[in-house]
């Protein structure tokens, strides 16, 4: 069963403009979000993160968006570059009990020039 | 990079056989994840030590065992291989053992079954 779900394989945007990578989550214990990025032959990288008390975390041109109701996170990214151009994996924590991340199965943007 | 090694980069290895994969955490971090990326996958992970102690359990097979040494590395035996444990594997580390400590991760060691 997919706790985590990125149901967009791939999403490519042109330069300048927004990306808007979508995740979906079922478990209602989750209450951390991480995004991570990776690119081919390294290890992920974190991007940004968001608790459940939130509804929005600003870091830069990154900005990632909670709507627990609808058990839903989206990651903005404005403007897009090219060196953007990775998979972005969503993950969700509960943070009590164990501390396992569940990751999502990515989502590979690829953003135009 | 992110200050986490993980040696060897490519292993390739027959059915059967019993193979070793290494991490060296950042300097200063506790807590060692490992995780398995198969195709088109998103991570799964496997366990977590914190301290030399095993802190979480995931999907992790009984073929499968890791360990966390005093000098804090890890390593992780995957033995009796089949051609379904062909994957990524990551090693990831933090500062302690909470959901909050953000996990680096090292570039992988890419494991071929044949």
């Known amino acids: 069963d997919q706790q985590v779900k990125q149901n967009s394989p791939s999403l490519s945007v042109q330069e300048g403009r927004i990306s808007i990578l979508n995740c979906d989550y079922t478990?209602?214990?989750?209450?951390?979000f991480l995004w991570y990025k990776k690119y081919p032959a390294e290890g992920p990288t974190f991007l940004i993160s968001?608790?459940?008390?939130?509804d929005k975390n600003e870091d830069g041109r990154f900005t990632v968006f909670l709507n627990k109701s609808a058990k839903h996170l989206s990651l903005h990214i404005v403007p897009s570059q090219p060196g953007d151009s990775a998979v972005y994996f969503c993950?969700?924590?509960?943070?009590?009990?164990?501390?396992?991340?569940?990751f999502g199965t990515g989502t590979r943007l690829k953003v135009l020039a | 990079d992110s200050g986490v090694t993980q040696t060897p980069k490519h292993l390739i290895t027959a059915t059967g056989q019993r193979v070793t994969l290494r991490c060296s955490p950042r300097?200063?971090?506790?807590?060692v994840y490992w995780y398995q990326q198969s195709l088109d996958q998103g991570l799964q992970f496997l366990i977590q030590y914190y301290n030399g102690e095993e802190r979480a359990k995931g999907n992790i097979l009984e073929r499968f065992s890791a360990q966390q040494f005093p000098d804090l590395h890890s390593e992780l035996n995957l033995s009796s291989l089949e051609l379904g444990d062909s994957a990524l594997y990551f090693c990831a580390s933090s500062v302690g053992g909470l959901a909050r400590d953000t996990q680096y991760f090292g570039p992988g060691t890419r494991l071929t079954v044949l």
């Open positions: 968001i608790s459940s008390i939130k």
């Open positions: 300097s200063g971090d506790l807590s």
């Open positions: 478990n209602s214990m989750f209450d951390y």
């Open positions: 993950a969700a924590t509960p943070n009590s009990g164990t501390y396992k991340y569940i």
